[in-house]
């Protein structure tokens, strides 16, 4: 059973902006529309950065390095809650455009910290104990194949964690149940998925090809792609299991 957490409209999870209600609303062109999204997700990808503080000051601060995966592990605890913040921002902008990013972020992190944690945290201490199998493989005396399934393990772990973590967003239930449900969405909603994979696959590539700022400048564009992807998933849930 499935309670959805107090919101403006339960059951509704937008991807195109509300109507024009007025002339001057009427009156934007798309390059102004433009603007004021790309304004907006700047505005989202400096909460993300400010909710996951240690992450971002240990990404610039200190190399990357296996005998470091203990304390990586440690600052990407945080990125769980505010992932689901942003989450609940993307969908606010759709639903309370009125509203800052900043009120509808923290709103969201103070609403859903504590289930985004519950969701989260195991997976990335999974994930951190693959990184550093992976990066250890060679010591610990592990085939190269052996490598290869524990890194298709992490990717299935992180896309049942974005499910979960996007369920626990706007509905509450428990952990447990959120799992299920995210190993249930990964062949039900398989084009949400997909989206999953290609979102993560764009992360890995920013972040090894070019560097970590530039994924942080558009970690707003991120979410809002995420939600965008997660909104069908998001109504099948509420329109089968909200009570």
Known sequence: VMV?????????????????????????????LALGAFVWSLALALNLALACLPMVALSLFLRPAPSLTWLVVLAWLSLGPALSAGLYAARGRYLAPEESVFVLFWRGYRLNALDAARVTVPATLLCGAVVYAGGFGRELGLPVLFNGVLLGFALLVVLVSL???????????????ALTLGVFYLAKAWRTTLVNVALVAVAIATTLLVSDLLLALVGGLWVWAWYRGSAPMLRDSSQRFLQ
């Open 163 to 177: 499910h979960s973590l996007a369920l626990v967003t706007f509905f509450r239930l428990p952990w447990t149940n």
């Open 4 to 32: 959805m957490v107090a919101d403006r409209d339960p059951l509704t999870f937008p991807v195109l902006p509300a109507p024009a209600r007025s002339r001057d609303e009427l009156g934007e062109g798309r390059f102004t």
